[in-house]
């Protein structure tokens, strides 16, 4: 017996997530627990109301979730993010839970805290989650229920926030940026900073509904930041302005370093992980919902969907001569939101330019160019 | 606080974690508080730790698995005894084994 028989490994480092990916293994998926949400925020892709009977009625029971979690356990994922809409409203929600837990996962939780209560906090005291990850709509009573179109929601999410830190929960603070609390997200940022357990994102970029609801699609539209806003928040946010030039070359490719190709997927959807719908839709991540890359869990097997839809969905190829000369060869796609499933939400087709998308991203790529040039010539005088 | 491993013992896993097995290795996952997560940690055994955990079914005494591994592995006993006894006071420090209590 040369070897050691055992090792105690830090998550980051261990040693089977290389395998796994190598493998092909689904190591994490995200499950909405549901679509509908106590609060009503006007950027949201997803939120239906608390009290839709529709939704609910549609929703995977406690025993489907529990046969696709054993699918999902002999595929060999180890890592389950609860999400929703807001995943505590499943009035189920412990049970699901305890679940998942006891069956080996690690279980992260993504609420908007609103509806916490002591007896969550026991539960997850008890058994804890791997993280919980909270979003700050705003830090003023005003802004948040500007955002969330909920009077009230600023005082319970208040609560409930403090509910979780006071008992020292892994607390992961996050920040969509709108227009409704743009001018409030100098201090989003600076209460998330305080207040999170590790790091501090902001996303001011936002897709359109999963359920293709035209209303609910203007509202999101209308809470799109410029691409102007945009890099005026990410310029003026040290550590983002910092991340963005460290990693230049992986915004911008030179010259040639871009493979091309006339393939759809350039991103890693599917790869790793994927997204089971409330109502028991697979797919390869979560906004990705072309008819043709979903299958219903409560008819196929999930093994049936990771080992012969996924490989099917990532051979996806287009021959759209706007797409391959705009997006598969451009050289900053990885600034853009553009994708296969945001083209779909966006235009109906997987392969459809989106103007947006693609002022953004060369607005971004315009700003990162210079900052990076501005830094070597600093470098040069010193 | 000292965890002293007592070969004429039963050990088995703990209700607080739930083991996994996945591409070979088995991964303790923590269920309850307490138990790795403060430290982000996750336990994995190699092969021949995943043999040793099979064992502890709460039948064998930690000294006849000690012996069970001697016949499966090409190794001194004494040597199996220092590994296997090291690795289950490991286990038992992060109360990942406990003692079966007699009946």
């Not at chain 1, 009077?151 to 008992?167: C, I, Q, R, T, Y």
């Not at chain 1, 890359?293 to 490989?311: F, G, M, R, S, T």
């Amino acid at each position: 017996m040369k070897k050691k028989l055992a090792g105690v490994t830090p998550l980051a480092k261990f040693s089977l997530w290389e395998r796994l990916k190598e493998k092909r293994i689904p190591f994490s998926f995200d499950l909405e627990l549901t679509a509908r949400c106590n609060l009503d925020c006007s950027h949201c892709y997803i939120n239906l109301p608390a009290n839709d009977r529709a939704a609910q009625k549609s929703e995977l029971t406690f025993d489907q979730v529990s046969r696709i979690a054993d699918q999902a356990i002999k595929l060999g994922s180890l890592w389950c993010l609860l999400t929703g809409g807001e995943p505590l409203l499943r009035e189920d929600f412990f049970d699901i839970y305890l679940m998942l837990k006891k069956k080996g996962f690690l279980v992260s939780l993504f609420t908007n805290a609103c509806l916490l209560t002591e007896k969550h906090v026991e539960l997850l005291k008890k058994y804890p989650p791997r993280d919980i990850e909270v979003t700050v709509y705003g830090v003023t009573r005003e802004t948040y229920e500007k955002v969330t179109r909920r009077p009230g929601s600023f005082a319970v999410f208040g609560h409930g926030l403090d509910l979780l830190l006071k008992n020292n929960f892994r607390v992961r603070l996050k920040a969509m940026a709108l227009k409704s609390n743009i001018d409030e997200l100098p201090a989003i940022a600076a209460f998330c900073r305080q207040h999170t357990a590790d790091f501090f994102r902001f996303d001011p970029l936002l897709h359109l509904r999963f359920d293709g609801n035209k209303k609910r699609n203007e509202d999101i539209r209308g809470e799109r930041l410029s691409p102007g806003e945009i890099v005026a928040l990410e310029r003026g946010d040290t550590e983002r302005a910092g991340f963005l030039q460290k990693h230049c070359d992986h915004f911008i490719f030179s010259p040639g370093g871009h493979h091309e190709c006339q393939h759809l997927f350039y991103c890693g959807a599917g790869n790793s992980g994927f997204t089971i719908s409330p109502e028991g839709y697979f797919r390869l991540c979560s906004s990705l919902w072309h008819p043709d890359c979903i299958c219903d869990l409560k008819n196929y097997d999930l093994a049936e969907a990771w080992n012969n839809l996924v490989p099917r969905v990532r051979n996806l190829a287009s021959s759209d001569p706007e797409f391959l000369e705009k997006c598969r060869s451009c050289p900053i796609v990885n600034l853009c939101l553009w994708c296969p499933a945001h083209a779909y939400l966006e235009h109906g087709r997987l392969d459809a330019w989106c103007e947006y998308f693609c002022q953004v991203a060369h607005t971004r790529a315009e700003n990162l160019q210079a900052s990076m040039f501005r830094a070597k010539k600093t470098k040069s005088i010193k | 606080m000292t965890f002293k491993i007592k070969p004429e013992e039963i050990y088995v896993p703990s209700g607080d974690v739930v083991a996994r097995e996945i591409e070979g290795e088995i991964i303790i996952v923590p269920l309850s508080a307490g138990i790795g997560d403060a430290e982000d940690d996750l336990f994995s055994l190699n092969e021949t730790g995943r043999v040793f955990w099979k064992m502890l079914n709460g039948e064998k005494t930690l000294a006849q698995i000690v012996k069970a591994l001697g016949k499966q592995f090409d190794a001194p006993l004494a040597r199996i005894e220092k590994d296997v006894v090291g690795l289950a006071g490991e286990l038992l420090k992060r109360r990942l084994i406990v003692e079966k209590k007699r009946s």
